[in-house]
């Protein structure tokens, strides 16, 4: 069934079946203008046609068409793509770097192109990722930090980007996280006291945001509980009341 825009070919002309040469497939219910079509413009119909004939892609990989270029490298035979890492576009790249090798993707490190550099990052051996650990785009970094060996994490501790700080608090070794207690997003210090050891829960429980003491008082033992029920919040209280009452259950257990 047809769907989004009209049929129309990457220069802007109408879809003409009749002249295509793989015009056979539309008897067979392999194509059909609307739906499925290595000529459309729109990339889900170009999608569809390499999936219904992932035979046919290696002939497009030449394609003027970005798109088609990298719809076809999806499927394309792994032999063909070495030479789409100098593609002109960023797309066609990318798509080539998640299918090859992962040591081709050290080549395309310093890409101009952030997407590409994402993929990169998606396929570089852990060892390594310090390649990109100060990429200047901090999607990039948080790729390396969703993946980085545990010991690396510490270079990225200081990441200018919050979320990626997040990601290395909720990753690194705990006996680490006491270095979060000054960082200046709230939510870093919060996933930091989520996790950091028992006995140093307590460099946290002074903080000034709510929700980083909420995640204290959630996790306290008996002294620091007792400590965080008299807090000047409402809720740090009660969460703290409450947790004194769990240990009490526990110890009767």
């Not at 979060?180 to 460099?203: I, K, N, S, W, Y």
């Not at 409402?234 to 009452?245: G, K, M, S």
Request: hydrophobic share 45%.
């Amino acid at each position: 069934m047809p769907e989004g825009p009209e049929p129309l070919d990457w220069q802007g002309a109408a879809i003409d079946c009749d002249t295509c040469r793989h015009r056979e497939r539309l008897a067979q219910g392999l194509c059909g203008p609307g739906w499925a079509c290595a000529n459309d413009r729109y990339a889900r119909r170009i999608e569809r046609f390499f999936l219904l004939g992932p035979d046919l892609a290696d002939e497009f990989l030449a394609h003027p068409y970005f798109e088609a270029r990298a719809q076809a490298a999806r499927v394309a035979n792994l032999f063909r793509l070495p030479p789409l890492l100098d593609d002109p576009d960023p797309a066609v790249r990318s798509v080539a770097i998640l299918r090859l090798p992962a040591v081709q993707a050290r080549r395309l490190a310093a890409d101009p192109d952030r997407a590409v550099r994402i993929a990169v990052a998606h396929r570089l051996p852990l060892g390594e990722l310090h390649i990109l650990m100060r990429d200047a785009d901090p999607a990039v970094r948080l790729v390396v930090a969703r993946r980085a060996e545990q010991g690396a994490l510490p270079v990225l501790a200081r990441d200018p980007d919050p979320e990626v700080r997040a990601c290395v608090a909720r990753r690194i070794d705990p006996a680490w996280l006491i270095h979060f207690t000054a960082d200046p997003e709230p939510l870093v210090r919060r996933t930091a006291a989520e996790r950091v050891e028992p006995a140093r829960l307590g460099a946290f429980a002074a903080d000034p945001d709510i929700r980083v003491r909420h995640a204290v008082a959630e996790r306290a033992d008996a002294p620091l509980a007792t400590r965080l029920a008299g807090d000047p919040d409402p809720l740090i209280r009660e969460t703290a009341i409450a947790r004194l009452a769990q240990l009490r259950e526990d110890a009767d257990g």
